[in-house]
């Protein structure tokens, strides 16, 4: 971690390093938008400088990077409530600014990619304070967020104004940009990709890493095993799963369901399995990294995560990462028709798509799947196709 206490020293240094990215999460730390901007550093590493906060084990991550990555310090505030995640908004903000300006002396970078639309005023400061071109990456929830208040659509809206281009995850954020802002600036689509080097040679050792999981679960072979993977959240949907499990083993499907993750609604889903009586077929696996999760992968017959907008948190699933690494393995998907999630999983193809608020739609797909195993070997097989598509972040440097 940078210690900002002290003279800055250097880390790595090259001529090339003109690129800043800019990200209030990243690797160690876990998750969707940390496995984004860790791929698109991966894309050009003799141009990038990484400026993002402090997490668990980032030392020994940081120096075996092949670019330099420089940190704020976080601190605790769970305990705060909302004025913890205001406090720690504020030093995001507070940081990013001022470390960028001090990288900026050492680098004379020319370009800043500011990789999540959450915090933006720091990235408004800095397109006025330095003489660089700027570029924000918006993924979902962070275009929702400015909705709810209209000073900070405002300031979101001016922000936009001051960037080269606007990069987004997906077509829907994409249209929802378009629709809700006025918009001078060119936007371009790129979407997250599947890192192989992060499963390794997994996948060629499916059929031991299957039966390993299974034996460890006590999952029959000849069972359907249906997994998700993400934060034990509302939106994503895990209950709308466990509420079908009744009915498949009710038409005979020896059927089970593992869900990989943690979060703050995995003692109501173990209440709600318990009421319904299927405690034994729904394994809550916890966290699982991705060492071990290339088996929870490669065990599963079916990927399912029926995420729905929450209006409550205003939150909607930006793209799904995870729905593409359940192709990588082969695996088909049933999956909600909302959000960016259809840039993922494209209906008949590589998944199936449903209504998250059909209760029918819903249980007959997952029935269709449960029964039809050439159904799912085609759908994992052209899953594999999309898992890999790239498009170089370079595209956007090529006007």
Known sequence: MWNVAQPITPIKKTTKSDILVISRVFFPDMGGIQEYAYNRCLQDPDQIIVLTSACTDDQSFDGMQPFPIYRWPMFAMSGLGALG?????????????????????????????????????????????????????????????????????????????????IVCNSNFTSNYLTKHFQLNRPTRIIHPTVRPEKFGQARAEQAFLRNHIRQQHQIPEKAIAILSVGRLVKRKGFHRVIENLPNLIAEGIDVHYIICGQGAMESELKLYAEKLGVSSRVIFAGYVPDAELTGYYAACDI????????????????????????????????ASRVGGVEDAVRHGYNGLLVDPDSTYEISTTLHQLCVDPELRQRLGFQGQKLATRITPHSTLYSN
Request: net charge positive; hydrophobic share 45%.
């Open 303 to 334: 990927f399912s995560m029926l995420t729905f907008f929450d209006s409550q948190q205003k939150s909607i699933e930006g793209f799904g990462i995870v729905y593409l690494e359940a192709g990588y393995f082969g695996k088909p998907v049933i």
């Open 85 to 165: 995640s205001i406090l720690k908004q504020i030093l995001n903000i507070f940081w990013s600014v001022v470390l960028a300006i001090r990288l900026y002396r050492r680098y004379r970078y020319r370009y800043i990619e500011w990789c999540h639309g959450y915090d933006f005023p720091s990235l408004l400061l800095l397109s006025y304070l330095l003489p660089v071109r700027c570029f924000i990456y918006l993924h979902g929830d962070d275009v929702l967020c400015p909705m709810t208040n209209p000073i900070l659509r405002w300031l979101f809206e001016w922000t936009l104004r001051r960037t080269e281009t």
